[in-house]
């Protein structure tokens, strides 16, 4: 079975500098792994995604996430955070079976302040 | 407009009561996926559907019953509500791909049972 731990629950971060968000996933398959993001009183949003192509992937707003498969990471970062960055994030594993479920992390809550 | 839309937003109920909750979509998408959100527990597969004549059970499905209705319909119906049904319920939908099937939620709608 697949399965993905954030290892962080929250994460603050002044504005300007990098963030870091971290992502141990566990699968007996190459996996397809995510990042959503979820905004105060909103949807989720798809940030990124990584099908085995390039290990590197980029997203929306700045975001990219690289897959390790030695380390079994799938870390998100920026470079230099926002005040509009604020959010919970969620790290998404595919379930590789007939329902093809997303199995989501328990979130990480970043904090960015002024 | 948007592509995935949720009926109410917000509800309170009372204990016993039957609620509906109803999800709609104009993606055209045939995979349709109701799921729950607790705090630090991240999401949590409800039900989900392949097609009008297909339904699944997800991972916590007890007390919980769907219907679907058209593609682009899904109810999500709790029987007699429990305190403990109280959470934020998001509906999703995917054009399966079955490297990627990425997801796209609706706002949500958050529930209080008291």
């Known amino acids: 079975a697949q399965s993905v731990t954030q290892l962080d629950s929250h994460v603050s971060v002044s504005e300007g500098t990098p963030v870091l968000l971290r992502c141990n996933y566990s699968?007996?398959?190459?996996?397809?792994l995510f990042w959503y993001v979820q905004h105060p009183n909103k949807g989720l949003q798809l940030l990124l995604k990584y099908t085995s192509a390039a290990t590197l992937v980029k997203g929306i707003n700045g975001f990219e996430a690289e897959f390790k498969k030695s380390e079994t990471s799938f870390h998100l970062t920026k470079p230099s955070a926002h005040m509009s960055d604020a959010a919970e994030y969620f790290c998404v594993v595919i379930q590789m079976d007939s329902s093809y479920k997303l199995i989501f992390g328990s979130g990480t809550r970043l904090l960015v302040r002024p | 407009d948007a592509d995935v839309t949720q009926t109410p937003r917000n509800r309170i109920t009372k204990t016993g009561k039957r609620i509906m909750l109803e999800c709609s979509q104009t993606k055209g998408h045939d995979r349709m996926y109701w799921y729950r959100q607790d705090p630090g527990l991240g999401l949590r597969l409800i039900y989900y559907?392949?097609?009008?004549?297909?339904?699944n059970k997800g991972e916590i499905s007890d007390g919980y019953s769907v219907s679907r209705q058209a593609q682009a319909k899904f109810s999500l119906s709790l029987e007699s509500a429990i305190p403990n049904q109280t959470a934020l319920y998001f509906c999703?939908?995917?054009?399966?791909?079955?490297?990627?099937?990425?997801?796209?939620f609706g706002p949500g709608t958050r529930l209080t049972v008291l």
């Open positions: 559907s392949f097609d009008v004549k297909d339904i």
């Open positions: 699968s007996s398959y190459s996996p397809s």
């Open positions: 999703a939908t995917s054009d399966f791909d079955s490297s990627t099937d990425t997801q796209y």
